[in-house]
């Protein structure tokens, strides 16, 4: 027995199930689009029925495919309005742990200079957070933390607030 395979003839049955076997675990961009927002109307529907779930709907959110070498998984974004907008991650194994849906509220920072996100826990979170930035017309800047034009990338996923 030789230690490494001869490639099968073109045509063989073993090439035939190899090409198989590559298109079945190759799902299509277009795929991972549609299964990052039925993932995120799923999620809202299930979760957030009495808000995201009355406001959203199928045409609002638009999936993205993965980008492996970025590191980043398929998502789904919908634009609220004003510079708000939702990113719904599909819960994919980070390497930590199966961590599921999570969905991230992101929207203008009051010191004019870019945005800030929050990580969303359900109906009830999103309420409270609701009625707080209503009164300030986005997140507060607070004074210790870098000017937003700085900060380069939103802190990875999962990760608590500081």
Same mark, same amino acid.
């Given at each position: ?21 590559? #298109?079945?675990? /190759?799902?299509? #961009?277009?795929?991972? %689009? =549609?299964? *990052? ?5 799923? /999620? ?5 029925? @009495?808000?995201? @779930?009355?406001? &959203? ?14 590191? &980043?998984?398929? !998502? ?16 994919? +194994?980070?390497?930590?742990? +199966? ?9 203008? !920072?009051? !010191?004019?200079? @870019? ?7 359900? =109906? ?6 609701? *009625? =707080?930035? %209503? ?5 507060? /800047?607070?004074? =210790? #933390?870098? +000017? ?12 608590? %607030?500081?």
């Amino acid at each position: 027995m030789t230690d490494t395979l001869t490639p099968p003839l073109p045509g063989s049955p073993l090439a035939i199930l190899f090409d198989a076997a590559d #298109e079945f675990g /190759h799902v299509g #961009e277009d795929d991972q %689009r =549609e299964a *990052a927002q039925t993932a995120a109307l799923d /999620h809202i529907w299930s979760c957030y029925p @009495g808000t995201l @779930g009355q406001a &959203l709907d199928e045409e609002d959110w638009h999936g993205l495919p993965a980008v492996p070498d970025a590191g &980043l998984e398929m !998502c789904a974004i919908a634009c609220l309005d004003g510079g708000w907008w939702l990113h719904h991650s599909t819960g994919l +194994d980070d390497g930590t742990g +199966d961590r599921g849906p999570l969905l991230t509220l992101i929207g203008p !920072c009051t !010191c004019g200079g @870019g945005y800030v996100d929050t990580v969303l826990d359900g =109906e009830d979170d999103l309420l409270v957070l609701l *009625a =707080e930035l %209503r009164g300030t017309g986005g997140f507060r /800047h607070r004074p =210790e #933390e870098p +000017d937003c034009t700085s900060i380069q990338r939103v802190r990875a996923w999962g990760a608590p %607030r500081s």
